[in-house]
T-cell receptor, first 112, second 114 residues
């Protein structure tokens, strides 16, 4: 089982809204990631959590706020986003001792 | 710095043709991992293969095969007897042993026509 589940699948939000993206995995993976993918571009790393601690923040603007409440759940809180933040947001996780990451289906976010 | 180059932006083939997707990487690290991912229109990135830097054995999985050559810093992917369901964007990626970060190439869009 290599399932990473993301909700919602689609999200439209205004620039003054606050919303959250959710990611869940029940494979016991202890590394979890958020990637951002603009249209026709490769994914780019935003954040990494390792054992529920923030390990990497790729200089992401503070309007994106990650949270890892437990080993199975990863959230991305969004506030005061800009239209250029519209993208596919992908969550991933890695098994302990393995280099590969398994991705969810993503949340397609549109900021209006 | 690490870099992955996928020079082929788009490839179009007719079903049952063989197709090779090229991937060239750059790194100064001695321990690293190379990957191929498939991204169908639905958006999910599907993990296909990981290769460790110290293991240059080529691999075959069904219609898929991978050729890893450290001498040319290449990790090419061949699909034999392509099928319409192979149509997707394929990404090559690298990760250093010292980091969680996956660095992707720009991707190759493969269209397999019936």
């Amino acid at each position: 089982d290599t399932e990473v589940t993301q909700t919602p699948k689609h999200l439209v939000m205004g620039m003054t809204n606050k919303k959250s993206l959710k990611c869940e995995q029940h494979m016991g993976h202890r590394a979890m990631y958020w990637y951002k993918q603009k249209a026709k571009k490769p994914p780019e790393l935003m954040f990494v959590y390792s054992y529920e601690k923030l390990s990497i923040n790729e200089s992401v603007p503070s309007r994106f706020s990650p949270e890892c409440p437990n080993s199975s759940l990863l959230n991305l809180h969004l506030h005061a986003l800009q239209p250029e933040d519209s993208a596919l947001y992908l969550c991933a996780s890695s098994p302990r001792g393995k280099a590969e990451a398994f991705f969810g289906q993503g949340t397609r976010l549109t900021v209006v | 710095a690490q870099k992955v180059t996928q020079a082929q932006t788009e490839i179009s083939v007719v079903e049952k043709e063989d197709v090779t997707l090229d991937c060239v990487y750059e790194t100064r690290d001695t321990t690293y991992y190379l990957f191929w991912y498939k991204q169908p229109p639905s958006g999910e990135l599907v993990f296909l293969i990981r290769r460790n830097s110290f293991d240059e054995q080529n691999e075959i999985s069904g219609r898929y095969s991978w050729n890893f050559q450290k001498s040319t810093s290449s990790f090419n992917f061949t699909i034999t007897a392509s099928q319409v369901v192979d149509s997707a964007v394929y990404f090559c990626a690298i990760r250093m042993d010292s980091s969680y970060k996956l660095i992707f190439g720009s991707g190759t869009r493969l269209l397999v026509r019936p």
